[in-house]
């Protein structure tokens, strides 16, 4: 931890049991809940930045794509509140759960009476997600109109629609979409409780579900005709459903720029630490589920499995690859039925 002044930024010993009580499972290289749903760690504007850069590869608005993606991914999450019983007083025994919730995600607050969040989430997300609470509380589907008043404030206009509440559907021909369960050691990560919502490391954090991004690729899987066609020098995918292929590509060349973007230093020595770089910055974000395979000269072979947190993992893992050895990659990615097979070499050397 580092030595820091602000209140704000000091550990906040309840939190963080709160926080590694409901992600036990993953120990140190995943975040798990009970339930085999696997999250991921988002730090500062990541999530705004990503964001972006997704729509100027993609070449489209995607607010409401990733409204609705988040929407679905916290309603499937959310199915094991309705297995709970809250005895007497049962609906505000549900509000404040749902509240608990809400703070272990660091997502900040939010008011159910106002329809008001309070947060560092990216708007169109937050939003899809407070849906996805409404829904819960209230049981019928519900429609939201989201206004951003201040960086941190968003009011949300209501109404009921005339329809009953039904299952989001499965992520079809997508097999790293599923739920599994792991029973790592349980790994302690401390939690710093910020004004809104928590931190790490001094660093505005929240977690979010992996499920969200599988999503943002099934709900774009149709935009093919504006996306920027040169990403495809960048990426060869085999073994993924072909609807998926432009989105994926989009959602993979943004987590490289994103990476790329930041001003996190990675060092490669001449023995390829690979595993050392995996230890120190996709672990602590819940993107451990990669081993180093094989280096050999310009070539770099990874292996990482079919899980939730794979695409994400694949992406960082580009940016990475490229801050390491200061040159554009070409990334073939092979999915097995094992394994994702992932090849790392020069685009220079490749052409």
Same mark, same amino acid.
Not at 55 to 60: D, Q, T
């Given at each position: 931890?580092?030595?820091?002044?602000?209140?704000?930024? #000091?550990?906040?010993?309840?939190?963080?049991?709160?926080?590694?009580?409901?992600? &036990?499972?993953?120990? &140190?290289? =995943?975040?798990?809940?009970?339930?085999?749903?696997?999250?991921?760690?988002?730090?500062?504007?990541?999530?705004? @930045?990503?964001?972006?850069?997704?729509?100027?590869?993609?070449?489209?608005?995607?607010?409401?794509?990733?409204?609705? &993606?988040?929407?679905?991914?916290?309603?499937?999450?959310?199915?094991?509140?309705?297995?709970?019983?809250?005895?007497?007083?049962? =609906?505000?025994?549900?509000?404040?759960?749902?509240?608990?919730?809400?703070?272990?995600?660091?997502?900040?607050?939010?008011?159910?009476?106002?329809?008001?969040?309070?947060?560092?989430?990216?708007?169109?997300?937050?939003?899809?997600? /407070?849906?996805?609470?409404?829904?819960?509380?209230?049981?019928?589907?519900?429609?939201?109109?989201?206004?951003?008043?201040?960086?941190?404030?968003?009011?949300?206009?209501?109404?009921?629609?005339?329809?009953?509440?039904? =299952?989001?559907?499965?992520?079809?021909?997508?097999?790293?979409? #599923?739920?599994?369960?792991?029973?790592?050691?349980?790994?302690?990560?401390?939690?710093?409780?910020?004004?809104?919502?928590?931190?790490?490391?001094?660093?505005?954090?929240?977690?979010?579900?992996?499920?969200? +991004?599988?999503?943002?690729?099934?709900?774009?899987?149709? /935009?093919?005709?504006?996306?920027?066609?040169?990403?495809?020098?960048?990426?060869?995918?085999?073994?993924?459903?072909?609807?998926?292929?432009?989105?994926?590509?989009?959602?993979?060349?943004?987590?490289?720029?994103?990476?790329?973007? &930041?001003?996190? /230093?990675?060092?490669?020595?001449?023995?390829? @630490?690979?595993?050392?770089?995996?230890?120190?910055?996709?672990?602590?974000?819940?993107?451990?589920?990669?081993?180093?395979?094989?280096?050999?000269?310009?070539?770099?072979?990874?292996?990482?499995? +079919?899980?939730?947190?794979? +695409?994400?993992?694949?992406?960082?893992?580009?940016?990475?690859?490229?801050?390491?050895?200061?040159?554009?990659?070409?990334?073939?990615?092979?999915?097995?039925?094992?394994?994702? =097979?992932?090849?790392?070499?020069?685009?220079?050397?490749?052409?």
């Amino acid at each position: 931890m580092p030595i820091v002044e602000d209140h704000n930024q #000091t550990s906040d010993a309840e939190l963080s049991a709160r926080f590694n009580q409901h992600f &036990s499972l993953g120990g &140190s290289s =995943k975040l798990v809940d009970a339930e085999g749903n696997m999250w991921y760690l988002s730090q500062d504007r990541e999530l705004a @930045n990503f964001v972006a850069l997704f729509e100027a590869n993609i070449g489209l608005p995607m607010g409401r794509v990733f409204h609705n &993606s988040a929407a679905d991914s916290l309603e499937l999450i959310l199915e094991s509140v309705d297995g709970k019983n809250f005895g007497f007083f049962a =609906k505000r025994n549900r509000l404040k759960y749902l509240q608990s919730l809400w703070e272990v995600y660091g997502w900040g607050d939010f008011n159910i009476k106002q329809n008001s969040i309070t947060t560092e989430v990216f708007p169109a997300v937050i939003s899809g997600f /407070y849906l996805s609470i409404l829904e819960q509380y209230f049981g019928k589907r519900t429609k939201i109109q989201w206004r951003q008043l201040q960086d941190n404030l968003i009011i949300c206009d209501v109404s009921d629609l005339e329809t009953s509440l039904t =299952k989001p559907p499965p992520l079809p021909n997508m097999p790293w979409a #599923t739920t599994e369960q792991h029973n790592d050691s349980v790994y302690a990560r401390e939690i710093e409780r910020r004004s809104i919502g928590w931190g790490i490391d001094g660093k505005i954090s929240y977690v979010l579900p992996c499920d969200l +991004i599988n999503r943002i690729i099934y709900n774009a899987g149709g /935009y093919t005709d504006t996306y920027n066609k040169s990403l495809g020098q960048y990426w060869r995918l085999n073994g993924i459903d072909n609807r998926y292929v432009t989105s994926t590509v989009c959602i993979l060349q943004s987590l490289k720029q994103l990476f790329m973007t &930041s001003d996190i /230093y990675v060092f490669i020595s001449e023995t390829n @630490n690979w595993s050392k770089i995996i230890d120190s910055h996709l672990k602590p974000t819940g993107l451990g589920s990669i081993k180093h395979v094989n280096s050999s000269g310009n070539v770099d072979e990874f292996s990482v499995e +079919i899980n939730q947190t794979a +695409i994400l993992t694949i992406g960082k893992l580009a940016g990475l690859w490229e801050r390491a050895n200061g040159k554009q990659s070409i990334c073939s990615v092979d999915l097995t039925s094992t394994e994702f =097979k992932v090849r790392f070499e020069s685009l220079l050397s490749y052409n």
